[in-house]
């Protein structure tokens, strides 16, 4: 099983990024994908969350409203738009799989079973 995240990179307070995590040698469309992060010095956070079927999605209080999670099941592929970025969204941020038991999105960390290389994502003011 692999899972790659991509599309981090270096914005100015405001900007957008849209980050992919791109996943193989998974049944893909069984498996609940969430996006975390973590930032220097600090523990790794979920930010949003979406169940297999595309029906439930979840988001942390920091993303609601600026960040968008959603997922291409025929090309294995999940995206997290994130607009209106501020200093604080700096982190590395992965993307992790969880098998789908319930069809809602539910994305505890200990419970992931499998994760990807992260993406470092830089806001400036």
């Known amino acids: 099983v692999q899972l790659q995240a991509s599309g981090g990179g270096s914005v100015q307070v405001g900007g957008s990024l849209k980050l992919s995590c791109a996943a193989s040698?998974?049944?893909?469309?069984?498996?609940?994908i969430g996006w975390f992060r973590q930032a220097p010095g600090k523990e790794r956070e979920g930010v949003s969350c979406?169940?297999?079927?595309?029906?439930?999605?979840k988001y942390a209080d920091s993303g609601k409203g600026r960040f968008t999670i959603s997922r291409d099941n025929a090309k294995n592929m999940v995206s997290l738009q994130m607009n209106s970025l501020k200093p604080e969204d700096t982190a590395v941020y992965y993307c992790?799989?969880?098998?789908?038991?319930?069809?809602?999105?539910?994305?505890?960390?200990?419970?992931?079973?499998?994760w990807g290389k992260g993406t470092q994502v830089t806001v400036s003011s």
């Open positions: 992790a799989a969880v098998f789908d038991y319930s069809g809602v999105a539910s994305c505890p960390p200990n419970a992931m079973g499998y």
């Open positions: 040698g998974l049944a893909f469309d069984a498996y609940t």
């Open positions: 979406i169940s297999s079927t595309i029906r439930s999605t």
